[in-house]
């Protein structure tokens, strides 16, 4: 079999690491993966139907597909993911020129289902939910950082939230088959992983909790860094703050989806915490690492927002001055609790909302960056920077961009870099010291 596969991932982390599980599926049955969809005879569409925006994207790209197959009937193309799980068969209906519809539990199959659709001649949709829930290796790109999935699924119901629906119930991973994957990590030589579930924090298998699994995680020899993604700040124990001031591996990073800061919006939204709590979890973490980066993300335009819980959200972001925030603008997902509320909020009102939170988390955002000027970092090379031949691209341990002028072969290493110019979203700066005398954690 010598087919190629092309995979076009969309939304969040989680697909990026399934977009991996796929790849490794399909190479492991002989297909070979290329980065160019014109050469590819299987077109693989991960998707993502968190926002209206993401979803738009998707319809649009499928359209412009059906100018390929005309020219190559043979393609196939196959459409996967929360999309995929949430409008199931319309897709074909829609898109007769798509061959493959397959859900978020139901990709362990895929390589089945390519079969089926080949020897069946006809559209194949999978959305079952009974496929064993695998955690499946997955085919990795840098060998530098990786993912690794903890749990998957999400039992919190955000009103305005379509993942509980697409992804199914909260699953955990066994904690003996998490230590395994990052121990085989390591031994590959992967300097970082990211702990990865839709809800890290709720993590627990047996008697492990979430807080446990990093303090296990940090004793595996060769890996350099921990992140984890999501954390939901109803689930935010103290013992969970103290773990990352206390294990030396555990970057000082937490991003935290704050979402609103109004209560009432907060409880519309089902998030169960308040601002005062959000707060809380804040002020515990500065005061146990006080250059820790928070980072987070926000919904304007909620159903029923008003003007004064907006303003909340607004004073919320200059209390806490995040390092990083991602914005959005509500848009209904169809069959969410919030899709059928009152009180929906004007486009135009949303979308001036939406300006006035994005100009005020860049200035902060500009303003934190800025006070790193001078200082001397840790940064994990990672790659080059694409746009600026002779410059290399890593993050600090909190998780910030950094360019500056290297050479390709301290890609996966530890460097430090002194920060020379700040904009909101990344920094430049110029090594520090010699790297020939530098040891693996950058002294
Ligand atoms: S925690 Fe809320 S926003 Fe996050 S995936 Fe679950 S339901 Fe969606």
Redesign the pocket.
């Known amino acids: 079999m010598n087919m190629k596969f092309f995979i076009r991932t969309y939304g969040c982390q989680m697909n990026e690491s399934d977009s991996e599980r796929i790849a490794w599926l399909l190479t492991r049955r002989g297909y070979k993966r290329t980065s160019d969809e014109t050469e590819a005879d299987l077109i693989i569409l991960n998707t993502c139907a968190v926002r209206d925006s993401a979803e738009r994207k998707v319809w649009g790209k499928l359209g412009r597909l059906k100018d390929l197959k005309r020219r190559k009937p043979d393609l196939l193309i196959a459409v996967g993911g929360c999309m995929a799980q949430s409008y199931g068969e319309e897709i074909i209906r829609r898109f007769p020129h798509v061959d493959l519809v397959f859900g978020t539990r139901s990709f362990v199959k895929l390589p089945d289902l390519i079969d089926e659709r080949l020897s069946a001649g006809r559209a194949v949709v999978d959305l079952s939910e009974s496929s064993p829930f695998q955690f499946t290796p997955q085919l990795r790109g840098n060998g530098i950082k990786a993912w690794v999935n903890i749990s998957t699924g999400?039992d919190?119901?955000?009103s305005y939230?379509i993942?509980?629906y697409v992804r199914g119930r909260e699953r955990h991973r066994p904690v003996d088959e998490i230590l395994g994957e990052i121990e085989g990590l390591a031994r590959e030589g992967y300097k970082e992983i990211t702990l990865l579930g839709?809800?890290v924090n709720s993590y627990r298998w047996k008697d492990v909790s979430f807080s446990e699994l990093l303090r296990m995680a940090n004793e595996i020899g060769g890996i350099e860094r921990i992140r984890f993604i999501?954390s939901?700040p109803k689930d935010v124990p103290d013992d969970l703050i103290e773990a990352m001031a206390e294990l030396e591996k555990v970057c000082e990073h937490l991003h935290l989806p704050a979402q609103s800061g109004a209560n009432s919006i907060l409880r519309r939204m089902n998030r169960r915490y308040t601002r005062e709590r959000y707060l809380d979890i804040v002020r515990k973490l500065r005061r146990e690492i006080p250059h820790a980066a928070i980072t987070s993300d926000f919904i304007v335009g909620f159903p029923g927002e008003s003007e004064e819980d907006f303003e909340e959200t607004l004073s919320l972001v200059e209390e806490v001055r995040f390092d990083y925030a991602f914005c959005y603008r509500y848009s209904d997902r169809p069959g969410t609790k919030a899709a059928s509320m009152e009180g929906k909020i004007p486009e135009h009102l949303k979308r001036r909302r939406l300006e006035r939170l994005i100009d005020l988390t860049k200035r902060i955002a500009l303003e934190k960056n800025s006070d790193l000027l001078g200082d001397v970092v840790e940064v994990l090379v990672e790659d080059v920077n694409p746009k600026v031949k002779g410059e290399l691209m890593g993050r600090t341990r909190t998780n910030k961009i950094v360019f500056f002028r290297g050479n390709k072969d301290m890609i996966g290493s530890t460097l430090k870099v002194r920060i020379t110019e700040a904009s909101y979203w990344f920094l430049k700066g110029e090594i520090h010291g010699d790297p020939r005398f530098l040891d693996q954690s950058g002294r």
């Open positions: 999400c919190n119901f955000c939230c993942v509980p839709q809800n999501t939901h």
